[in-house]
């Protein structure tokens, strides 16, 4: 597109000034010298951007396959393959919408000789999912900056960024237990491995009953063998308005993150043969495909065939739920999370605010508690923006559920609001654990490979 | 490339340092040309302090606190907008004039007016300079601050009218023989008052009487009624209750106001057309003895009076009360903040009329308008006292920001100047006019023209900063195409100007007709050439 810029119009005015000032005071000089005037407009009229500009761009990424929160390098190369000398070169890098640019600037204005080469670096913040880098938009300008000619150009290199949560590649091996797809509970029974002896009650099993002693004192005792339990692990995925916030503009919502994490347990303790539930908590009807289950919530029960497809498709609402929330709200300080709750799926939901006053009112956390069965252990995925973990944890440990943490840990920068957001968080996380649950708090400057291998140990040797 | 692409549109620091320094080099250069160099200094100080000014009036993050500063500025900015062209005027005269010849006049008042102009156009070029490193010249910023400065102007505008009536009127009074203006306008007042608050005694005047109560009742239950009564008395059990009482009176107020309105026609009536006698005939003596009494008692009038104004004055400060408990403290503030700066305007000139109308008097004795001293600021003086005369000076300087301010607000309003080069295109033009005016002074011609070149160097620079911020961002590498955009900029202008040097060069040998005649075809060729370069565009 060839614009034409009526930059150096005001010359005329400014000739015709210096004339009058010239007759005005009889200075012969000014006359003279409305040349200087002229000779600019003359420079904008004639000067026009040549046929033979010819510029090529190749973009290269960092890293195509980071995990999200990651900040990942982009450079763009711009050449001048033309024969003439370019004066204004302006580009913009066809960043994806979606993606927000942490460090540098994806646009640049320089000068290039024939041959000449440019590069323009920035990075941006890796979120879930795949995204496609549009053409750059380049605009040439003339010297006096009254002709500019605007296109879009095709980028060669690459042109996409994936970021997605494939687990082949994560050492698990270590975390996994040898009996592993069974729980060792506290009380006697049967079982293998030898717990405590009792006296003997009419009913007990007779290969039970220890012969030798009652061959010494003559009387019946009972052998409690440590009972083991199959082991059903349920993965609680806190998807609520209130933890779809993000520290920065652009960085992954706190239930984003706590899906991924969320993700990456399950597809481990799938190769491990664990028994594993999915349930996400406070996603929309029209973000789960299918709908959401009665009471609320999105579940999926390990049972069911295509477990595994039906979990991603929860950890991919978790998702689209956060970009509908971040469409619609204006980014900006999220670094303190505003219940608007658009998106509860209930109109009676109500904010917990104590870890055991308002839990009861809670439909969400109600759901949870009454779905959950008998012999499970709980992890629970949160980034703690508000009460409603803790209270969950709480309520999960006075009913005597294994229960783990695994919190994303969302402050960022020197901010005060930041820093309020932290020692707030750090507060929960401190009740949680006082409840009886075991914390992870996962900084995301770590890999969450480390944080998780903790959460898969602690899960195992409980 | 959008280019609604919502940027800051503040523009890249190489392009502002060019601006910055090219203006600032220039009008040092220029300013050493103009001999009243106290008015120059001061002229540069009112260009940076009025952006100062529209800055603090747009300053967001306080609000009030920015328009007091802006409202308080007000004056300096005037003052030196005063001086700049009054100080140059007067300092320049003192130094022109008188003229040995008639024929030396013309050339005076040429550079008189140029070395005004010279100083004005550095002013601009200094305010729009400074303007553009904040970008603070928009529509609405322009406008605000215009708000502001009138505001501040109502406050000495009126004190100043006050005094000045006040003045006016007693120098009226002291002369004795003549009708002062004070007794035609107590008769006039007497006529209309005396019926109302001074009534003749010894008959009725039920009418005038009942408008009064009416009046008195409204205002009171008007007062009663926006008075917070039941929301300060206590919650208690126990506690009166207030609210009947309140009601009750309020109710018997009212029921007294309508009553008192329909009997003051029918009174009105009687009195008028059935006169006293046959009044005091129609009623009995004791009734008519007491009407008497009650209605023509001027104590009982006055009370009735304040009555009203009480009310009526309760009215409204609850009113305000509760608007500006509502408005937030910046917007309250805001909208009083001019008022308050106005009025310490007011207070300063009043604390400074002494020593600033000596002053104004020496300086205006040293200059040939010395006569004018003695004949007119001397006797003005003596009637209206100092205080009055400052102000009226503060007033009408003020008046003068109003008038720059106002004009700015229209070019920018009309978008013949537009919001995002508006800093850097009134620099360009302050520059550009100085320059050219300067030729006319004892200024080098190597000035004149640096002068005219930095002048389109300076604009070139600042708008294309400008649309490239706007484009491209601040965050950008850009420093490389800006200093070549530039470069080249500044080289077109050399070439400008060696052909400026050329010409002149040539024309000066070669010349052998009357000046009028080579002046005039001059104008020809000009004429030619921009019709040349219209075509070719």
Redesign the interface.
């Given at each position: 597109m060839d614009r034409r810029v009526?930059?150096w119009?005001?010359?005329?005015a400014?000739?015709?000034?210096?004339?009058s000032?010239s007759?005005?005071?009889?200075?012969?000089?000014?006359?003279?010298?409305?040349?200087?005037?002229?000779?600019?407009?003359?420079?904008g009229?004639?000067s026009r951007v040549s046929a033979g500009t010819d510029l090529q761009a190749t973009r290269s990424v960092s890293d195509a396959q980071p995990t999200p929160g990651e900040p990942v390098a982009v450079e763009l190369t711009l050449t001048n393959t033309g024969s003439n000398s370019l004066?204004?070169?302006?580009v913009?890098d066809g960043v994806p919408e979606e993606l927000a640019v942490v460090e540098?600037?994806p646009?640049?204005?320089?000068?290039l000789r024939p041959d000449e080469s440019a590069t323009?670096s920035y990075a941006v913040m890796a979120k879930r999912g795949t995204y496609t880098f549009d053409a750059a938009?380049?605009?040439v300008r003339t010297?006096?900056?009254s002709d500019e000619v605007?296109v879009d150009l095709p980028v060669a290199g690459d042109g996409t960024l994936t970021c997605s949560n494939t687990v082949s590649e994560v050492p698990m091996a270590d975390a996994t237990l040898p009996r592993a797809g069974t729980l060792p509970t506290d009380t006697g029974g049967s079982g293998l491995e030898f717990h405590s002896t009792r006296s003997y009650q009419p009913g007990d099993p007779v290969n039970r009953i220890d012969w030798r002693r009652y061959a010494k004192t003559d009387e019946l005792t009972t052998i409690d063998y440590r009972e083991e339990q199959a082991v059903r692990t349920v993965l609680v995925v806190d998807a609520r308005p209130p933890a779809r916030v993000t520290p920065v503009p652009g960085f992954p919502t706190g239930a984003e993150l706590s899906a991924y994490a969320a993700e990456r347990l399950f597809d481990a303790l799938s190769r491990t043969s664990v028994v594993a539930s999915v349930c996400a908590v406070g996603l929309a009807p029209e973000d789960v495909p299918g709908g959401l289950d009665p009471d609320g919530l999105a579940w999926v029960d390990a049972s069911g065939g295509h477990a595994a497809a039906h979990a991603r498709q929860i950890f991919d609402s978790v998702g689209r739920a956060a970009a509908r929330q971040s469409d619609t709200d204006a980014p900006g300080d999220a670094a303190v999370a505003e219940d608007e709750s658009p998106q509860q799926p209930r109109g009676e939901a109500t904010r917990v605010t104590t870890a055991d006053g308002g839990t009861i009112e809670d439909p969400d956390l109600l759901a949870v508690l009454a779905r959950l069965p008998p012999t499970a252990q709980v992890v629970v995925f949160s980034p703690a923006a508000d009460d409603w973990a803790v209270s969950l944890v709480s309520s999960l440990a006075v009913r005597e559920y294994p229960t783990t943490l695994v919190s994303p840990s969302l402050a960022r920068g020197d901010s005060l609001g930041a820093a309020v957001a932290g020692t707030e968080r750090t507060a929960r996380l401190q009740r949680a654990e006082l409840s009886g649950a075991t914390v992870i708090d996962w900084d995301l400057d770590s890999p969450i490979d480390v944080a998780l291998r903790a959460s898969l140990a602690d899960l195992f040797s409980v | 490339m959008d280019d609604h692409t919502t940027l800051p549109t503040r523009m890249p620091w190489t392009s502002l340092a060019t601006v910055v320094g090219v203006t600032a080099l220039l009008v040092a250069g220029l300013l050493g040309t103009v001999s009243a160099d106290r008015a120059a200094l001061v002229g540069v100080v009112t260009g940076v302090l009025l952006s100062l000014s529209l800055w603090l009036s747009g300053w967001d993050r306080w609000q009030a606190v920015g328009t007091v500063l802006a409202s308080v500025l007000a004056l300096p900015v005037a003052v030196g907008l005063s001086v700049a062209t009054g100080g140059t005027v007067v300092s320049l005269g003192a130094e022109l004039f008188p003229v040995t010849s008639q024929a030396g006049v013309r050339p005076a008042v040429v550079r008189l007016l140029s070395q005004v102009i010279v100083v004005l156009g550095c002013l601009t070029a200094v305010f729009g300079a400074t303007a553009a490193t904040r970008g603070v010249v928009d529509t609405e910023r322009v406008g605000a601050y215009g708000g502001v400065v009138v505001r501040t102007t109502a406050v000495p505008f009126t004190v100043g009218l006050v005094l000045f009536t006040q003045g006016a009127v007693d120098f009226l009074q002291s002369n004795a023989g003549t009708p002062g203006i004070q007794q035609l306008t107590g008769k006039l007042l007497t006529r209309v008052l005396d019926p109302i608050f001074d009534p003749v005694p010894g008959r009725t005047h039920i009418a005038i009487f009942s408008l009064l109560l009416a009046l008195a009742a409204a205002a009171l239950a008007r007062g009663l009624d926006a008075l917070p009564l039941s929301e300060l008395v206590p919650e208690t059990s126990d506690a009166p209750d207030v609210d009947r009482a309140v009601a009750a009176v309020e109710r018997t107020l009212r029921w007294t106001g309508r009553l008192a309105l329909l009997v003051a026609p029918v009174a009105g009536l009687f009195e008028l057309g059935l006169g006293q006698e046959s009044l005091a005939g129609l009623l009995p003596v004791g009734l008519y003895e007491l009407i008497v009494a009650v209605t023509a008692a001027p104590g009982l009038r006055g009370l009735l009076w304040w009555l009203f104004l009480s009310g009526a004055v309760v009215s409204v400060a609850v009113w305000v009360l509760r608007r500006t408990v509502q408005s937030s403290a910046d917007r309250v503030g805001s909208v009083l903040a001019p008022y308050v700066g106005g009025g310490v305007i007011t207070l300063g000139a009043v604390a400074v009329a002494g020593p600033a109308v000596d002053g104004i008097e020496t300086a205006l004795r040293a200059t040939p308008a010395a006569a004018a001293v003695e004949q007119f600021l001397v006797p003005v003086l003596d009637v209206y006292g100092a205080e009055t005369v400052t102000l009226a000076l503060a007033v009408v300087a003020l008046f003068s920001v109003v008038g720059a301010v106002g004009q700015l607000w229209v070019a920018l309003a009309t978008n013949y100047l537009r919001a995002r080069t508006a800093g850097v295109t009134l620099a360009a033009a302050g520059l550009f006019g100085a320059s050219a005016f300067a030729a006319t002074l004892s200024t080098p011609t190597w000035l004149v023209l640096a002068g005219l070149v930095g002048a389109v160097v300076v604009w070139d620079a600042g708008s294309f900063g400008t649309t490239l911020g706007h484009e491209v961002g601040t965050g950008a590498a850009t420093r490389r195409a800006e200093l070549v955009h530039v470069g080249g900029t500044v080289a077109v202008g050399g070439v400008g100007a060696v052909a400026t040097l050329g010409l002149s060069g040539v024309a000066r040998g070669s010349i052998a007709v009357e000046p009028s005649v080579a002046v005039a075809g001059l104008v020809v060729c000009l004429v030619a050439v921009l019709a040349l370069v219209a075509a070719i565009r």
């Open positions: 009526r930059r119009s005001g010359g005329l400014a000739a015709l000034f210096l004339v000032v007759l005005l005071t009889a200075e012969p000089l000014l006359l003279a010298a409305t040349a200087i005037p002229l000779i600019y407009v003359a420079y009229a004639l004066t204004d070169v302006r913009i540098g600037s646009r640049l204005c320089t000068s323009l938009a380049v605009r010297l006096s900056a605007t | -």
